[in-house]
């Protein structure tokens, strides 16, 4: 039997079957609550190439103290790299890999909706594919939104939550959002590396010493995940509720 409900208008429809209806008006609970524009460019008004890591030099034990020097500052600085496809064979063996592929239709009012709202990956490193070319996601970086240009054939890296805090904090996890287009649908692939599920999350010994105490609790992956699951995504705030300073050890 038919349903009198309106179509796209508090149902529950999916984004592909919302994306098949013609449609000027978006479903209110799409609607962003904040009216920021979401294309905030860079001060020359271009869109921002992100740094590039040669990683094969790196596997083969070849890199310089120079390239070495240059994937420590970009961790820290940035938390995002791009490195080409071909040199991403046989890189994570181990650990828990998960797998995301996104779908954003187009949007008949873009400036009204949120395509992924902005978060933080929970995982070690995230490698994230365009699929087909169309942009629409953007980094946090010093405060300012800016529109992220893929490479062709490139892949993008983002640090995540657990590698900030298995380095206390010296590299720092991305935080990002992706923003819808008028015309264009788009689609993308994150491939989500993390470690075991048994294993325990919490700042490296190597990087404590009595000048930098932890500044992060320890806790099992299977809480970690739980807890980061269990809510909406908000900017860096699951990480922010890590810290030591947010309450005591948390270890299951
Ligand atoms: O669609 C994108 O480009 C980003 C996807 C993403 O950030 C995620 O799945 O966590």
Redesign the pocket.
């Known amino acids: 039997m038919a349903s009198s409900k309106p179509k796209g208008l508090g149902s529950s429809l999916t984004i592909q079957e919302l994306a098949k209806e013609p449609m000027l008006v978006i479903p209110e609970r799409y609607v962003r609550l904040d009216n920021k524009p979401c294309s905030i460019l860079s001060e020359d008004g271009t869109s921002q190439t992100i740094p590039t890591v040669d990683m094969q030099l790196l596997l083969m034990g070849e890199a310089t103290d120079f390239q070495l020097d240059k994937l420590h500052s970009i961790c820290k600085e940035w938390g995002i790299f791009q490195i080409d496809k071909g040199e991403m064979e046989e890189m994570f063996d181990d650990g828990m890999q998960s797998v995301?592929m996104?779908y954003?239709p187009p949007c008949p009012q873009p400036e009204k909706v949120m395509?992924?709202r902005p978060?933080s990956?929970a995982t070690g490193i995230?490698i994230?594919l365009?699929v087909n070319g169309v942009e629409?996601?953007q980094i946090k970086k010093d405060g300012i939104w800016i529109p992220v240009s893929f490479l062709p054939d490139a892949f993008?890296v983002?640090v995540g939550d657990t590698l900030e805090i298995l380095s206390n904090g010296l590299y720092n996890s991305i935080e990002?959002?992706?923003t819808v287009n008028s015309v264009k649908e788009?689609?993308?692939i994150?491939m989500?590396f993390n470690p075991k599920f048994e294993a325990e999350i919490g700042p490296a010994a190597s990087f404590l010493n009595p000048q930098n105490p932890p500044l992060f609790k320890r806790i099992s992956t299977e809480k970690y995940y739980k807890k980061y699951f269990s809510r909406r995504?908000n900017g860096k705030l699951f990480l922010e509720q890590m810290k030591t300073e947010n309450g005591e050890d948390d270890t299951a």
């Open positions: 995301r996104s954003y395509g992924l978060h990956d995230t994230l365009q629409g996601f993008v983002n990002h959002r992706v788009r689609m993308s994150a989500f995504l």
